[in-house]
């Protein structure tokens, strides 16, 4: 079994968000089209980085992955889809089922990843 962790600060990604290209760059549309569909998107949008970088250092490859391969579907209870080099790296080192819990306050938002191994 491993895990991942990560915290991020929700401004920071609030305003990496009025930068050009970075919603395309690290989400897919319809991560977007739920984080967009928010009150305050920025922390939906927080939650899911965080995420991802948690699932990254839970599989061992880091940020190595290009971001949209890591894709946070489901709700209320979030989930993981792999995709591209990420889910072959996941392959490769036998990567079985992914849990994940995010969770935000005002200012930051937190991700757990727990990566169990394939039997």
């Known amino acids: ?3 991942g962790v990560d915290l991020i600060e929700i401004e920071r990604v609030r305003r990496a968000l009025e930068r050009p290209g970075f919603r395309d760059r690290c989400f897919t549309k319809a991560e977007q089209a739920y984080c967009d569909s928010r009150v305050r998107p920025e922390e939906s949008y927080a939650g899911r980085f965080a995420a991802k970088e948690a699932v990254g250092k839970a599989l061992g ?4 992955f290009t971001w949209r391969e890591v894709e946070i579907v489901g709700r209320p209870k979030p989930g993981v889809k792999l995709s591209g ?3 072959a790296f996941a392959e490769r080192v036998r990567a079985g089922a992914i849990d ?3 969770t935000h306050s005002r200012e930051l938002a937190a991700a ?3 990566v169990s191994p394939r039997a």
């Open 1 to 3: 079994m491993k895990v």
């Open 61 to 64: 490859c880091g940020v190595r």
């Open 85 to 87: 080099r990420t889910a």
């Open 100 to 102: 994940l819990s995010m």
């Open 112 to 114: 757990i990843a727990v």
